[in-house]
């Protein structure tokens, strides 16, 4: 993967871009390559989130950013409590969600991280922008375990 500088908005946005697409391969590579119907459709779920990403950040407007606001999100931290979990074609379920939860985690570090390191105020937004989803997207994942894996008897 190339490296990152935060010159410019254009830098920072294809970098993101490119980070979307590995994410959209490592989760089809999953889907392709799982055994089990149900978590093949999570995966292909999965890059389908990830294309969601990748084409707001592909319309993303420059001059939109000074109308960005963030929305609080509650991070259920779950994954805090789970050990990562490599691929495997004969994963669980829960496996699946806690592959895919401890994913989306690590983007949003990584994005928050480089929010922090940008000197110019639209790039740290992109960052910004992009850390929300990516806590959005676990959340959205954590909601899933907790309803399905942990609310089992």
Known sequence: MSTLSCRSFDDVVNFAIRK??????FYQKCADRAKNPGIREFFLEMVEEEKKHRKLLQD???AGLKDFTLDKVEDL???DYLMDVEFR?????QEALTLAMKKEEKAHLFYSAWKDKCLH???AKVFEMLAQE???HKR???NIYDEEILSWD
């Open 77 to 79: 931290k779950i994954s």
């Open 121 to 123: 105020e639209k790039t």
């Open 60 to 62: 993303l407007d420059p």
């Open 140 to 142: 959205k994942i954590e």
């Open 20 to 25: 979307e697409e590995l994410a959209m391969d």
């Open 134 to 136: 990516e806590i959005k």
């Open 89 to 93: 074609e004969d994963m669980t379920y």
